[in-house]
């Protein structure tokens, strides 16, 4: 009988598309450190880290498989648009993601369960054809993975039964679909992108005051954390489309808030804000300050309501200061009424791709990069503790001013 020590752990995998560095974390509750498998001498090292975040480096063909071989397909169009049309999916556009069970009666696309959700990409469309990827996002890509422990637990006699394999798990579920493809571009941005259900007036919408937490606390902690690598004591910082909180509680206090909202009401109960404005984003974007005003731009769980969004980024830009940072974070909750279709319709690690897009379109940012955490436990304080067993899910796109 073998005797083991189980854990829980957080990991993250990272990697570099050619203008974006990417980081994705994810948090296992179970990991038995006898059975599990992880890369490299990964399993060993974090035993003897005491807590200590470690991490190896992965060759290409020491990382996730491509999954299907070959994975680059050329199918007939019509085909693949009636599948889209009988699943009601929007698309198929060039760049994007869909499940590959989609393709599963398509001549050439091989043997596919119609219940495979595992994402395919939509490489080109032309005339006749289809170009696709059936690989998986992070196929072929080297990477870093890395991990600590959280909690260990007691020791017990190990009798066998599931086994981890951590990197198929961090691998599993989106990291890889914020990337564009190689030499490719993506089409997010049909007619219809950026309609809403709620085609009234925004200050309609947000007349009355929502003095309510709108994500878990944990996922608020980790919008905090982000936020505290960007801002410095002394730093100018503007909270776009702040409402009543603005997630700097774990910044230096020597930092003076600009707060741009839609409440006068929820803006005045924030007591981060040195200033408030009330300002309708998607009536009028351009900000009203001089250039290179600020130090430092976060927008917090609302880049999705932008129906004006290039514009909006360019007067970021033009705001803050050369080197300044930009900051979104976002999760996977909105206000129905409000949110652009085209949010509804992307994967939430395709949003992140979004909001890159935002980023490379304004060609006023550099040193772009992405970061998730997922599968965090839900705090037990949480109202919704007793019917939903992850944390909210939280993603970051930051920009640093040219």
């Known amino acids: 009988m073998v005797t083991t020590k189980p854990a829980s752990a957080e990991f993250f995998v990272s990697w570099r598309s050619p203008d ?24 060993e090292r974090m035993q003897d880290s005491d807590g200590e975040l470690v991490a190896v480096e992965l060759e290409a063909e020491e990382g996730v498989p491509d999954g299907v071989s070959p994975r ?6 019509a085909p693949v648009e009636d599948a889209f049309r009988r699943r009601h999916l ?6 994007r993601f869909y499940p590959r069970g989609v393709l ?22 032309e005339p006749d054809r289809v170009e696709v990827d059936l690989g998986h996002p992070l196929g072929g890509a080297r990477l870093t993975v890395g991990g600590r422990i959280s909690e260990r637990r007691d020791s ?3 009798r066998g039964g599931s086994c981890n394999d951590v990197l198929a798990g961090l691998a599993e579920g989106g990291p890889g679909m914020q990337c564009p493809p190689e030499g ?11 309609t809403r259900e709620d085609i009234a007036p925004d200050d309609v919408f947000y007349d009355q005051p929502r003095m309510v937490q709108h994500i878990d606390g944990r996922a608020r902690a980790f919008i905090n954390q982000a936020y505290r690598k960007a801002i410095e004591p002394g730093d100018r910082v503007i909270d776009l489309m702040s409402s009543w909180v603005s997630h700097l509680d774990a910044t230096a206090p020597q930092i003076r808030v600009t707060g741009l909202g839609m409440n006068e009401e929820e803006l005045k109960a924030n007591d981060r804000l040195d200033d408030t404005l009330v300002q309708d984003l998607n009536r009028e974007p351009r900000l009203p300050w001089s250039d290179g005003e ?4 976060v927008c917090t769980v ?7 969004p290039h514009e909006v980024f360019e007067e970021v830009a033009r705001v803050l200061r050369p080197r300044g940072r930009f900051v979104v974070t976002f999760s996977d909750r909105w206000f129905p009424p409000k949110v652009i279709r085209l949010w509804t319709l992307l994967h939430p690690f395709e949003r992140m791709g979004l909001v890159l897009d935002y980023f490379r379109r304004s060609a006023q940012f550099e040193a772009l990069e992405t970061e998730s955490w997922t599968g965090w436990p839900r705090p037990e304080d949480d109202k919704y503790y007793r019917v939903m067993l992850n944390s909210d899910p939280v993603f970051v796109v930051r920009g640093t001013r040219i």
């Open 294 to 297: 600020f130090d430092v731009a």
């Open 20 to 43: 974006t560095a990417h980081r994705d974390w994810r948090f296992f509750p179970k990991l038995d450190p006898w059975r599990d498998s992880m890369p490299g001498d990964l399993k």
């Open 156 to 158: 017990k006699e190990e």
């Open 104 to 125: 599963s009666q398509i001549s050439g696309a091989g043997t596919l369960s119609s219940q495979d959700r595992h994402p395919f990409r939509v490489l080109r469309l």
């Open 72 to 77: 680059r397909r050329s199918l007939p169009r």
């Open 302 to 308: 609302s880049v999705e309501y932008l129906t004006r």
């Open 90 to 95: 929007h698309g198929p556009y060039d760049g």
């Open 184 to 194: 490719g571009r993506v089409d997010f941005e049909q007619a219809d992108a950026f």
